[in-house]
């Protein structure tokens, strides 16, 4: 059951990150999984900075957009700017 919460908000995170950011995307296969991966990476954020991480689903989407923002910049930054499908 957690697997498909994770797909769920991390479809909804990449999508929205996506739309945020300028740019091509990585697809969408690539969106969930920078999606996905933000989700940990924005909770992982949060936990350090003593937010508790029960927020409901809007807290939990903001946080995946959150460290989706940031793993697209550092993977923009690494890559070059260049969107490559995953």
């Known amino acids: 059951m957690f697997i498909i919460w994770w797909i769920i908000v991390g479809l909804i995170a990449?999508?929205?990150?996506?739309?945020?950011?300028?740019?091509?995307g990585?697809?969408?296969?690539?969106?969930?999984?920078i999606g996905i991966i933000g989700a940990v990476v924005g909770g992982?954020?949060?936990?350090?900075?003593?937010?508790a991480g029960s927020g409901g689903l809007i807290y939990?989407?903001?946080?995946?957009?959150?460290?989706?923002?940031?793993?697209?910049?550092l993977l923009r930054l690494v890559t070059g700017?260049?969107?490559r499908n995953l």
């Open 14 to 24: 990449g999508f929205l990150t996506g739309k945020l950011m300028k740019g091509s």
């Open 26 to 33: 990585y697809g969408a296969i690539g969106d969930i999984v």
């Open 44 to 51: 992982f954020i949060m936990q350090k900075l003593g937010y």
């Open 60 to 73: 939990t989407v903001i946080v995946a957009i959150v460290g989706a923002v940031l793993l697209t910049l």
């Open 81 to 83: 700017n260049r969107a």
